[in-house]
């Protein structure tokens, strides 16, 4: 690794983009230049794709394509996900089969880990890996998988050994998604849209070469894919992106993009869509309401605070000083703005809140709303397992008495 | 994106987020005395005391660590730092729940000199204030207990060589020991914010009645003033004094949004030790999903609060438009997230939570004073409507 400045390192990428970037250029082909030149993903080791900088000067090569409009590397959906923990555990063989691909946007992947029977528990899952002969062939059902009818790879965790513990008995796969042996079913919730699926698993055949890690070592391959996930949700949106952005390569980013981001058309009124709490309040004439009042104050002070305190865990480590307990607080702050602001949202609209679709205000955005946030609490590890996280490892409180210890084959499950 | 949005955003761009170093040392050193000096057994002496404090501990905290005038010009004989430093003083204070006319002097007194004062009162009046030589309080409230200051009936009536007070004063911050008193009061026959002025005078002047109230929580003591024609100067000029009236109360609702997460902290972190030490059914409490459920919320709790509250401190030190709003926030946040804590801290000690002799309710009382000192927090939610046009 180089030790040379950030102001040096700007002015190399600032060079490189003058002299390749084109938007004329196919998508793929683009990305393809990204991974020989490394400047697509500029924190990776350079004999993988990457140039071996820091987090925080990478971040300034991502300005600099911000700036001129470049395109960057596939990353949408769990791609990158897959992509990091591969680059962290896999062989090389693996990452030379499916890092670039993943990276140039040619592969599309999912993440195989949660199951019907083991959500918060998901160490307990117990879809099944059985070696035979070069293949491990894979039985069982997996479930709140975004976008697997779209996915190429899967990234799975599957039991191979039922007579140790529970942690020690799950390996880390790459899997083929399009074979006969797998079958995806959409799964529709609550309010109405289908974006995970069930995924399910018959005689499947994954080559024993798509290990990844060792056999039995499966969950500490999956703590990273979950550490990378938890790392990417601290609720701060990412740098707008600027400039007319006409060309081809940009025609073909949108429509990678239309399709990876289908499924979370409806995230943002899951999140509780705080931005329009006052808007709605006075177009309604409810802020004359001083309840009303009162409670838009409460929601507001809430998420004004938890925006907050996301900058101020990322200032404080941007400083090179150790996050203290604000970062972890993140996931359960967002909950409780987005419950709050479904009942706000309520007071506002009033009877009206008993319509949807056409008929609803806002063209059914507040219905949406309405249905779609009890999934925040839930969704990437819910509020519970969050406070007993919180409780443990920051607070430092002796963990529960566990009865799943023991061989898995004896531990009771659903 | 909305209006509303994009202020966000530019003030966002301007405030701090992150302590700086020197800040951060500050505050250990801050830290340091305070764990020498009080201690919960100085404050359990000092809170059954009339006076309330300790001079000789006063004296230090002035004299070694210049802590009175932290926020005050360097020309006036102050440190020259602003409200994000006040606000780590009041933070730690409010941990250790420390005994002394620090609110009363340097929060409120200085800031309404600071706000109000001619250039020739800030010099004359704030460099012994901010020696620590001088105590000093300002008088708003009346015996309503109303903090919108356009409710004040204190009149000053202009004689010969200044003003005549008369008109009592009530929940007056160490009034009962304090050596100035800034006062509040109205021009007669003035209503609302129009005609307020605000008047200094020395406590031990004629025509000043003083009386200790018995206040709930022992270590923030109380007075009542009544003024019967006392001899007081104009602080100021009229004209101003309604805007440097908002501004001191606003800096001051952030200075004790610090002391009062602070506080809170305090509270979370002995529910935290005494959960890993207390036994029942056979384990540590702490490893109950109730308990680590309660301690968790407690410190999104806390942490929520301590951002809005530095935040806030942040934004008035850099005079970003939204402070005054911020203030209001921060307020309301701090001052429920306080009381939340000191209860919660009490349940989770269970029967010897409620006990005199445990300490926990020295920090609920000092909760419950600060949720209603200066406006309660429906009252501040209602003015951040306001100020934020809704």
Known sequence: ?414 | MSRSQQANQESARRVRFAFTDEQEQFRAAVRRFLNDKSPTTEVRRLMETDTGYDPSVWRQMSDELALPGIHIPEQYGGGGFGMVELGIVMEEFGRSLLCAPFFSTAVMAAGAILNAGTEAQKSSLLPELARGARMATLALTEPDGDWDPGKIETVAARDADGFRLNGTKSYVVDGHIADLLIVAARVAGTSGREGLGLFTLKADAAGIERRLLKSMDPTRKIAQIQFRGARADLLGSLDTAAAAIERTLDQAAIALANEMVGGAQTMLDSAVAYSKLRVQFGREIGSFQAIKHKLADMLLEVELAKSAAYYAAQAAAVEDPEWPALACLAKAAASETYLNAAANCIQIHGGIGFTWDNDTHLWFKRAKSSEVFLGQPSYHRELLMQRWGV
């Open chain 1, 1 to 414: 690794m180089s030790n040379v400045s950030e102001a040096e390192i700007r002015a190399e990428v600032r060079e490189w983009l003058k002299a390749n970037w084109n938007p004329e250029r196919s998508l793929v082909e683009w990305r393809n230049m990204l991974a020989d030149s490394g400047w697509g993903m500029p924190q990776w080791p350079r004999e993988w794709y990457g140039r071996g900088l820091p987090v925080g000067v990478a971040r300034a090569v991502e300005e600099e394509f911000a700036a001129i409009g470049a395109v960057g590397v596939a990353k949408s959906g769990v791609r990158l996900l897959a992509a990091a923990t591969l680059l962290e555990h896999a062989s090389d063989d693996i990452k030379k089969r499916f890092l670039r691909r993943i990276l140039t946007g040619e592969d599309s992947w999912c993440q195989l880990f949660s199951e019907p029977g083991s959500g918060s528990d998901l160490a307990g899952a117990t879809t099944r890996a059985d070696l035979k002969g070069d293949f491990w062939i894979v039985n069982g059902q997996k479930v709140w998988t975004t976008s697997a009818h779209h996915a190429d790879y899967g990234i799975l965790l599957a039991r191979t050994d039922w007579d140790a513990p529970k942690h020690e008995g799950l390996s880390f796969f790459v899997i083929d998604i399009r074979q006969p042996g797998v079958d995806v079913q959409p799964l529709r919730q609550m309010n109405g849209h289908a974006s995970f699926n069930q995924v399910f698993f018959t005689d499947a055949k994954v080559p024993k070469e798509n290990l990844v890690g060792k056999v039995n070592e499966g969950w500490k391959v999956a703590m990273t894919t979950l550490a990378h996930e938890r790392r990417g949700a601290d609720g701060l949106a990412s740098p707008s992106r600027r400039g007319p952005r006409v060309g081809r390569i940009y025609a073909e980013e949108r429509a990678e993009l239309e399709i990876a981001n289908q499924p979370y058309t409806w995230y943002p009124q899951r999140a509780g869509r705080v931005d329009l709490i006052i808007e709605r309040a006075k177009e309604t004439g409810a802020n004359r309401d001083p309840n009303v009042r009162q409670e838009i104050a409460r929601l507001m002070i809430l998420a004004r605070s938890a925006e907050w305190t996301a900058r101020r865990a990322r200032a404080t480590q941007q400083q090179g000083r150790p996050q203290g307990p604000e970062g972890s607080l993140g996931k359960l702050a967002a909950s409780h703005v987005a419950r709050g602001c479904s009942r706000v949202h309520t007071m506002i609209t009033g009877t009206a809140a008993m319509l949807t679709g056409s008929d609803g205000p806002r063209d059914g955005i507040i219905a949406e709303i309405l249905v779609s946030v009890p999934a925040v609490s839930i969704a990437g590890g819910t509020d519970e397992i969050q406070r007993n996280i919180i409780a443990e490892r920051v607070l430092g409180l002796p963990k529960e008495p566990r009865f799943d210890t023991g061989p898995f084959r004896n531990v009771r499950r659903n």
